[in-house]
């Protein structure tokens, strides 16, 4: 009996983040035990440039995969709860990744840190960044921490914020 995959939830920050930079492709080769998924709602969020070079990945990477989120039961309860007016107002991609990795006991990958922390801890879900991601491929030698602080900077260019970092300092979110 072969062992399930913890799998990786990915929200579209993340995806953006690593397209812009120019790394999309990377993505699954950082942490390859672990079965990368897009949730169908974070797909819907996704820019058309951005999907057609996602759905390229895909095909290319098995190790990416499109997962439907929960239409019933306590996912849906809870997911409604976090996107309701009267609720905690997060948006629906971030808010379908916390959900479904509270019920399937796997990893967030978002860098919506202001939106997501609080959640996070509260259900002891295990969360990872763009600068995670990153802190892993320097140390698998995938890139340097030369290319590292050039991604971050092009894709602060780009209009995303993900926080500048010195990788000889950087603090992980241990998986």
Known sequence: MTKKKTKVILDADVINHFFRGGLLY????????FQFVVLDIVINELPDLVLSSLEAV???EKSIIVEKFSEFGEEKREYLRLTATSGLHLGRGESACMVYCRFHNDVVGSSNTKDIIDYCTKYNITYLTTNDF???????????????ERFI????????????VD???YVCNKI
Request: charged content about 25%; aromatic content about 10%.
């Open 153 to 164: 900077q092009k894709v602060r260019s780009m209009g995303s914020f993900p926080p500048v």
């Open 134 to 148: 990153l802190y892993y491929a320097i140390q698998k030698g995938l890139i340097s921490k030369k290319e590292a």
């Open 58 to 60: 895909i095909a290319k």
């Open 26 to 33: 990377m993505l699954p080769k950082i942490l390859p035990e």
């Open 167 to 169: 990788f000889d300092k």
